[in-house]
T-cell receptor, first 112, second 116 residues
Framework: GEDVEQSLFLSVREGDSSVINCTYT??????LYWYKQEPGAGLQLLTY?????DMKQDQRLTVLLNKKDKHLSLRIADTQTGDSAIYFC????????????FGKGTSLLVTP | EAGVAQSPRYKIIEKRQSVAFWCNPI?????LYWYQQILGQGPKLLIQ????????DSQLPKDRFSAERLKGVDSTLKIQPAKLEDSAVYLC??????????????FGPGTRLTVL
């Protein structure tokens, strides 16, 4: 599939907000997802947004979608040390049978 | 509800050997995916099944990789012969169907393959 781009690393202090950015290239993407992967663990779906939405909020998580720029962001409010993990942005389209096309992941480090 | 099961969790083999991975999706899930996740990268789709039929295997290296889902439930992914670059985590995922709202995929814990 086409490339989904993410910055590789982000470091924040505990209690601050984290913003992880993603750029996707397939304008026909139907759903966009954020997954979390902790060391040695499987992929955990955090949240998703349908392509006709601009924003979705779910407790500490806020997803913003800019379809014009094909830009997706995940904001984590009041970041905790337990939020340290790799965060993957992924897109899916009906053209690909809704298989997920992942970015390379952003490694978030939360320091006390 | 039981999650996606995979076995083995870890496998170490030498290059040119064969290896097989097994996946049991969530009960009732029609769609099954195999992804390969190389260290430092995101997962990449290898093959997608809908029941026992292949939907997409365009990224499966068919000269050495094969997969089947004969009864539309469990699936097996095989590599024969393995190469060093096949070292990765192999993830299995399932979803209710291609038409499920938001198509949430549930991932198994993965099989970590090391090829020496």
């Amino acid at each position: 599939g086409e490339d989904v781009e993410q910055s590789l690393f982000l470091s924040v202090r505990e209690g601050d907000s984290s913003v992880i950015n993603c750029t996707y290239t397939d304008s026909s993407s139907t759903y966009l997802y954020w997954y979390k992967q902790e060391p040695g663990a499987g992929l955990q779906l955090l949240t998703y947004i349908f392509s006709n939405m601009d924003m979705k909020q779910d407790q500490r998580l806020t997803v913003l979608l800019n379809k014009k720029d094909k830009h997706l962001s995940l904001r984590i409010a009041d970041t905790q040390t337990g939020d340290s993990a790799i965060y993957f942005c992924a897109e899916s389209t009906s053209n690909s049978g809704y298989a997920l096309n992942f970015g390379k992941g952003t490694s978030l480090l939360v320091t006390p | 509800e039981a999650g996606v099961a995979q076995s083995p969790r870890y496998k170490i083999i030498e290059k040119r050997q064969s290896v097989a991975f097994w996946c049991n999706p969530i009960s009732g899930h029609a769609t099954l995916y195999w992804y390969q996740q190389i260290l430092g990268q995101g997962p990449k789709l290898l093959i997608q099944f809908q029941n026992n039929g292949v939907v997409d295997d365009s990224q499966l290296p068919k000269d050495r990789f094969s997969a089947e889902r004969l009864k539309g439930v469990d699936s097996t992914l095989k590599i024969q012969p393995a190469k060093l670059e096949d070292s990765a985590v192999y993830l299995c995922a399932s979803t209710k169907s291609l038409l499920a709202i938001n198509n949430e995929q549930f991932f198994g814990p993965g099989t970590r393959l090391t090829v020496l």
